[in-house]
């Protein structure tokens, strides 16, 4: 399959991918070539021979791409401006198969932010996911624990898989329903 308008990326390193629809966990190989046709979120899906592979952002250098950066916070950060900066991070968080973030899906149930006794912070997070036999699922969540815990002060993500209330398509913003042809 042919992806117009995709580029062409060539691996320079050894590179940890999950199959997508799957979720395995795979290797691919120095040398392995393939076209980006996502890439959003700091995340790549990448398409080799018939598959389709997640790149995680921390090795964006593998393709050719800068890694993925935390986000600035300043040292004195207020809780709000804490909880902003979480909700822009799960913003960058997209299904490998659906070009639309977690937020605007409506996948997040439940995100609060704690402080531990060393002032470090913790985050806990209920999501869910579109079908709930999803390979990706356990993919997704990684993806908001480790966007989640790069921000600064943040000690842990506790992210949990809950599917009450079921998801369906009116937990999608107006902007995910248009986005998708939904409206």
């Not at 609060?112 to 912070?121: L, N, P």
């Amino acid at each position: 399959m042919y992806y117009p308008n995709s580029e062409r990326v060539v691996f320079t390193r050894e590179c940890p991918a999950i199959l997508i629809p799957s979720g395995d966990e795979v290797t691919l190989p120095e040398g392995s070539s393939g076209f980006v046709t996502q890439a959003l979120g700091g995340s790549f899906t990448i398409y080799i021979e018939g598959n389709l592979f997640r790149i995680a952002g921390i090795d964006a250098d593998a393709i050719g791409k800068e890694p993925l950066q935390p986000p600035e916070v300043p040292a004195d950060a207020t809780e709000k401006e804490i909880e902003t900066v979480i909700w822009q991070q799960l913003r960058t968080c997209f299904d490998p198969e659906i070009p639309i973030n977690v937020v605007d899906l409506g996948l997040i149930y439940r995100c609060e932010v704690a402080r531990a006794d060393d002032g470090s912070r913790i985050v806990y997070v209920d999501m869910t996911l579109t079908a709930p036999g999803c390979g990706m699922g356990p993919v997704l969540m990684e993806d908001v624990r480790e966007k989640i815990e790069i921000v600064p002060t943040i000690e842990r993500a506790e992210v949990e898989l809950v599917f009450d209330p079921p998801w369906n398509r009116s937990m999608m913003s107006e902007a995910a329903q248009l986005e998708a042809g939904l409206l």
